[in-house]
């Protein structure tokens, strides 16, 4: 992972709470799960899942971010070997909300994190989806713009949409279980109640253009739930 911080992201938990993703996230995981959070930045994932049982372990690259997180920490780079020796495992989940974009070479990572899980553990992943309407706009009207957070966020290195964020996962040997996505409210929405009834409906229509973010929950190999 390259030292970028993480306030942004912490800061926008702390202003208006966990997002939609982050709830997918949250509930890929089963209570009582050994956990590694990738990204972990102020652990406020993590600290959720040690209330529901869970043995968490971090990796994060913003010092300052890690200090604050309730559970152990790894910092520094993942691709560091140092760092990677010193991760335990197996997991039964693996978090990587909102980081696989800012990797140069995100399919490495996830392919050797996948190592990391026990026979029955998921990788769960969430990528800003670029094809959203939005950024669709943007483009359309010639622009590129840089900003702190969301699918234009500076520190991004890749960009993804539903396909290309599905086939980076399969592309490491992991096989995809779950897919979900998450809204983004349309204009005048809440003044506009119709509105959010329509967004869902589009949402569950057309994801690849109205989603924000796709998540996925990922196995090793060709498991499955039940499978033997």
């Not at 509930?27 to 529901?52: K, M």
């Not at 968490?56 to 971010?65: C, F, I, K, L, T």
């Not at 998921?122 to 590129?144: D, K, M």
């Amino acid at each position: 992972m390259p030292a970028v911080s993480s306030a942004p992201y912490s800061d926008l938990v702390a202003r208006h709470g966990l997002s939609p993703a982050h709830a997918l996230l949250l509930a890929a995981v089963p209570d009582g799960s050994r956990v590694l959070d990738v990204g972990c930045a102020t652990g406020y994932l993590g600290g959720i899942l040690l209330e529901r049982g869970c043995a968490v372990s971090g990796v994060e690259a913003d010092v300052e971010a890690a200090a604050q997180a309730p559970f152990p920490v790894q910092v520094g780079d993942l691709a560091d070997t140092a760092l990677r020796a010193g991760l335990g495992r197996p997991f039964d989940a693996i978090l990587c909300g909102d980081v696989l974009e800012h990797l140069s070479d995100p399919a490495a990572t996830l392919g050797w994190l996948a190592g990391l899980l026990s026979a029955e553990g998921v990788v769960v992943v969430s990528v800003p989806n670029v094809a959203h309407w939005t950024g669709r706009r943007a483009l359309i009207r010639g622009r590129f713009p840089q900003e702190d957070h969301g699918l234009f966020d500076r520190t991004h290195l890749r960009w993804f949409t539903r396909s290309s964020a599905r086939a980076l996962v399969e592309s490491t040997g992991l096989t995809v279980v779950a897919e979900d996505f998450t809204p983004a409210p349309l204009p005048l929405q809440a003044r506009i109640p119709a509105l959010a009834r329509l967004e869902t409906r589009a949402l569950r229509a057309r994801p690849e253009l109205f989603a924000l973010q796709v998540v996925l929950t990922a196995r090793r190999g060709d498991r499955r739930p039940g499978a033997s």
